[in-house]
């Protein structure tokens, strides 16, 4: 078998624990010498392959490489950077197949959600029409959750978890001021279309916890005076009430209700701002005393409070990644296939490209209450494997110590590239 070399990179928003799958990768492919040639990881994505600017991961050692499973962040940079068709971009295609030729680069994985998907399987497509052989391979990767023909998608666990906990801590803050001050707290939370991340926010209250919740998902249409009369209900019974807005939220005519107006370089609207926007509704309806906050990039860079189940998730499709490589397979994404939620019990599989590219999973309607504003039990038994177990970073001086590896570049062979 010819030793060819590995392409891996990041792409999209990181996670918690997108290291935990490339760490995977590395040291799975690190345990086959006789198959693999060097490991070189692109620099902020796509964009090092097109850039020619690749880092040589063979000179990071293997306790460095171990410590990326506990270290949030994209150790190899990301990117928000999608590929053209061949039509459109003909040049930009064959620049990456002259980086791969000048590098000798027989793999591809691209970790990232369904828009890496799309430039993972164009990588696959180019490289057959071509007659190149490489093989194209999918690592999962969203906080969304939203990737088809996979339970869930590595880095939710993780979120779900942070959000939890956050409006639960924050629901008891609350509870302890409703009396003469705050009685509304509104978090916002990532979630352009599917409400995966918002969902989470209802497992905060439970059999023990006695807490009034509300949520908003992009899946339901925002009715204000049912949302005013839910919220009035809540206070009227706890005191005070928690709402979890998610930023994709629409208005009955499809409108995001916080739009900015803007767009981002895949062409999806731009948001932000929801949770003020609600706030202010029920200040100016109810006239409630409030507070709000953004999660924002806190949620997914979280890694103090993963989710064990996420860790593990996140470095199996690692590995499963190279080992779909070894089987010869191509265009493929490793998948995490649940075989029982109580107790939880789950295993790999794989899925096609093509089903998977620019597909979005949304919650199920029987994941949501009838009303709209919670989750259902069938909701909760899917959610709450996912956030169970702790797998805390090691702490020195009272912070987690993650490692920043020292990312040498390889040497570049060919002309500069602008994009």
């Not at 070189?40 to 880092?55: F, H, K």
């Not at 009955?252 to 107006?261: E, K, Q, S, T």
């Not at 370089?265 to 409030?290: E, N, T, W």
């Not at 709450?384 to 040498?408: A, H, M, S, T």
Request: glycine share 10%; net charge negative; proline share 5%.
């Amino acid at each position: 078998m010819t030793r060819r070399n590995i392409f891996y990179a990041q792409s999209g928003g990181v996670t918690a624990v997108i290291n935990a799958s490339a760490c995977g990768v590395i040291e799975t492919a690190r345990s086959y010498p006789e198959c693999f040639g060097k490991i070189y990881a692109g620099r902020n994505g796509i964009v090092g392959a097109l850039t020619e600017n690749l880092i040589d991961t063979g000179l990071e050692s293997d306790a460095s490489i171990a410590a990326l499973r506990h270290t949030p962040g994209g150790a190899f940079g990301s990117c928000r950077y999608k590929l053209k068709s061949m039509d459109e971009n003909r040049t930009q295609f064959e620049r990456l197949m002259s980086v791969f030729k000048a590098h000798d680069i027989g793999y591809f994985f691209y970790n990232g959600g369904g828009d890496s998907a799309d430039t993972c399987l164009k990588v696959a497509r180019l490289a057959d029409s071509l007659d190149f052989p490489i093989q194209a391979i999918h690592v999962p990767k969203t906080i969304d959750n939203d990737l088809p023909l996979t339970d869930c998608c590595p880095g939710f666990g993780s979120v779900a978890k942070y959000i939890a906990i956050a409006t639960r801590e924050a629901s008891f803050d609350v509870a302890s001021m409703c009396a003469t001050s705050t009685q509304i707290f509104v978090l916002e939370v990532m979630g352009r279309h599917a409400g995966w991340i918002a969902a989470a926010g209802g497992l905060a209250a439970d059999d023990r916890h006695d807490l009034p919740i509300v949520i908003l998902f992009p899946e339901i249409p925002f009715d204000s005076a049912a949302f005013l009369a839910r919220v009035s209900e809540k206070v009227a019974q706890y005191g005070y009430c928690s709402v979890v807005v998610s930023e994709g939220v629409k208005l009955p005519d499809g409108r995001f209700l916080a739009d900015a107006g803007t767009r981002d370089v895949f062409g999806h609207a731009q948001l932000g701002g929801v949770a003020p926007m609600i706030a202010a509704l029920i200040k100016d309806k109810l006239g409630y005393k409030h507070h709000w906050a953004v999660a924002d990039y806190l949620q997914r860079a979280g890694r103090h409070i993963a989710s064990a189940t996420d860790v593990e998730h996140a470095y199996a499709v690692g590995r499963a990644a190279v080992e779909l490589a070894l089987e010869g397979r191509n265009a493929v994404m490793p998948t995490i296939v649940r075989t029982a939620s109580s107790p939880y019990q789950w295993g790999l599989g794989s899925a096609v490209l093509e089903e998977v590219a620019n597909v979005e999973k949304k919650m199920p309607r029987d994941f949501i209450s009838v009303d709209g504003f919670g989750i259902t039990p069938v909701c909760r038994a899917y959610l709450q494997p996912l956030i169970q177990g702790e797998d805390y970073p090691p702490f020195v001086q009272g912070l987690p110590d993650y490692v920043r590896l020292k990312n040498v570049a390889v040497t570049k062979k060919l002309p500069v590239f602008e994009l």
